[in-house]
């Protein structure tokens, strides 16, 4: 029963930053692991950036490493994507993703090992 909502997508010149947001309905999202997705036109969803759930861990795609950092704030059931030095090849729309059947506090990387999903936010980044 848990929904994500995400907020922060638009439109951003090559080079600009945004922070993608995605806030959970329940309080057990301190007990999730959290992963941000992407999807492009034309190609198959992808993950960008995980981490565990108790923060300590993060891993991301080697396209964004150095760029993106993902972050939560568990007393705000909010997890965060910090996108800087985008590119037009980052555009694309980000989902938000939450794993509850965690069997380790790791982060996961797998699109299946995932139960919850935001509704997406588009990002798209100009030349």
Do not use: H
Not at 43 to 61: H, L, M, P, Q
């Amino acid at each position: 029963q848990v929904q994500l909502v995400e907020s922060g997508g638009g439109l951003v010149q090559a080079g600009g930053s945004l922070r993608l947001s995605c806030a959970a309905s329940r309080r057990t999202f301190s007990t999730y692991a959290m992963g941000w997705f992407r999807q492009a036109p034309g190609k198959e969803r992808e993950f960008v950036a995980g981490i565990n759930w108790s923060g300590g861990i993060t891993d991301y795609a080697d396209s964004v490493k150095g760029r993106f950092t993902i972050s939560r704030d568990n007393a705000k059931n909010t997890v965060y994507l910090q996108m800087n030095s985008l590119k037009p090849e980052d555009t694309a729309v980000y989902y938000c993703a939450a794993d509850r059947t965690v069997s380790s506090n790791r982060v996961y990387y797998s699109q299946d090992e995932y139960d919850y999903w935001g509704q997406g936010t588009q990002v798209t980044v100009s030349s």
